[in-house]
T-cell receptor, first 111, second 111 residues
Framework: DADVTQTPRNRITKTGKRIMLECSQTKGHDRMYWYRQDPGLGLRLIYYSFDVKDINKGEISDGYSVSRQAQAKFSLSLESAIPNQTALYFC??????????FGPGTRLTVL | QKEVEQNSGPLSVPEGAIASLNCTYS??????FFWYRQYSGKSPELIMS????GDKEDGRFTAQLNKASQYVSLLIRDSQPSDSATYLCAVFSGGYQKVTFGTGTKLQVIP
């Protein structure tokens, strides 16, 4: 089984809808991250969490919120989706000093 | 100036040749450096990490770090068509509080 899983893998939605992307990990890592990737812009950090009680905004948090339900679960919500939130979204985990381990990604399209 | 810079490419090399990928970073306090490989539509995969000046070898991959020049590189020996992908440089700084990715270099290995 994959160490980092994301659901759904693909989602098409309409402007104004609320969307939740979920991430689960079995690696036992405390740190979890949400990134989005757009062509030519690379990976941009949305939110990160170093433990269940520690949640921090990344460089592009506007329009997004997160919830760390447990050490192993970190969800990303788009309260009112807009077309420029169309992107590939990745969840990642890490331990201090190690690289990030990414989930398979969620391709989100907002019409 | 971008915090982590990579030439977007594409870098084209013939099969069997050495591919050389480069990355520069702006934060002199950066502590850890990572290389990721990303196939189109897939998630980034951690392939190399390096923490101190010099070279680190793992199979066909060699990572090189020069902190004085703020430069990190990845060499791929005996390049194979399966190495064709985008390679991302990642830099950790601020006590692993901050992770910054470059936008990646696209490598094409020509059979």
């Amino acid at each position: 089984d994959a160490d980092v899983t994301q659901t759904p893998r693909n989602r098409i939605t309409k402007t104004g809808k609320r969307i939740m992307l979920e991430c689960s990990q079995t690696k036992g890592h405390d740190r979890m991250y949400w990134y989005r990737q757009d062509p030519g812009l690379g990976l941009r950090l949305i939110y990160y969490s170093f433990d269940v009680k520690d949640i921090n905004k990344g460089e592009i948090s506007d329009g997004y919120s997160v919830s760390r339900q447990a050490q192993a679960k970190f969800s990303l919500s788009l309260e009112s989706a807009i077309p420029n939130q169309t992107a590939l979204y990745f969840c990642a985990t890490s331990e201090p000093g190690t690289g990030l381990y990414f989930g398979p990604g969620t391709r989100l399209t907002v019409l | 100036q971008k915090e982590v810079e990579q030439n977007s490419g594409p870098l084209s090399v013939p099969e069997g040749a050495i591919a050389s990928l480069n990355c520069t970073y702006s934060d002199r306090g950066s502590q850890s450096f990572f290389w990721y490989r990303q196939y189109s539509g897939k998630s980034p995969e951690l392939i190399m990490s390096i923490y101190s000046n010099g070279d680190k070898e793992d199979g066909r991959f060699t990572a090189q770090l020069n902190k004085a020049s703020q430069y990190v590189s990845l060499l791929i020996r005996d390049s194979q068509p399966s190495d064709s992908a985008t390679y991302l440089c990642a830099v950790f700084s601020g006590g692993y509080q901050k992770v910054t990715f470059g936008t990646g270099t696209k490598l094409q290995v020509i059979p």
